[in-house]
Nanobody, 116 residues
Framework: QVQLVESGGGLVQAGGSLRLSCAAS????????MGWYRQAPGNQRELVAE???????NYQDSVKGRFTISRDNAKNTVYLQMNSLKPEDTAVYYC??????????WGQGTQVTVSS
């Protein structure tokens, strides 16, 4: 019904940048809340950033000032620009969409590895 496909992950040195993309397809209203989560080995999945259908963002404190979430509703795509990356940012990053009266949907994840 809803498919989310992440891209843009990779290996980068500490202090570098990456931009993640999440393309959504299926039958849904385009202004749903969306977000990025991450999960490192042995850890629980945690919220990184989210953006409402109206375009208002919210960030986990550890990434505030370094990451920027944005969306292009015409393309059904959400982005996560990650700057000043740190080794502790290493994780699998997952795209998320919440649809009222339907449920929560997840992408397959994309690996981000930050070396030092």
């Amino acid at each position: 019904q809803v498919q989310l496909v992440e891209s843009g992950g990779g290996l980068v040195q500490a202090g570098g940048s990456l931009r993640l993309s999440c393309a959504a397809s299926g039958r849904f209203f385009s202004l749903n809340d969306m977000g990025w989560y991450r999960q490192a080995p042995g850890n629980q999945r945690e919220l990184v950033a989210e953006i409402t259908g109206a375009g208002f963002p919210n960030y986990q404190d550890s990434v505030k000032g370094r990451f920027t979430i944005s969306r292009d509703n015409a393309k059904n795509t959400v982005y996560l620009q990650m700057n000043s990356l740190k080794p502790e940012d290493t994780a699998v990053y997952y795209c998320n969409m919440r649809i009222a009266a339907m449920g929560t949907y997840w992408g397959q994840g994309t690996q981000v590895t930050v070396s030092s």
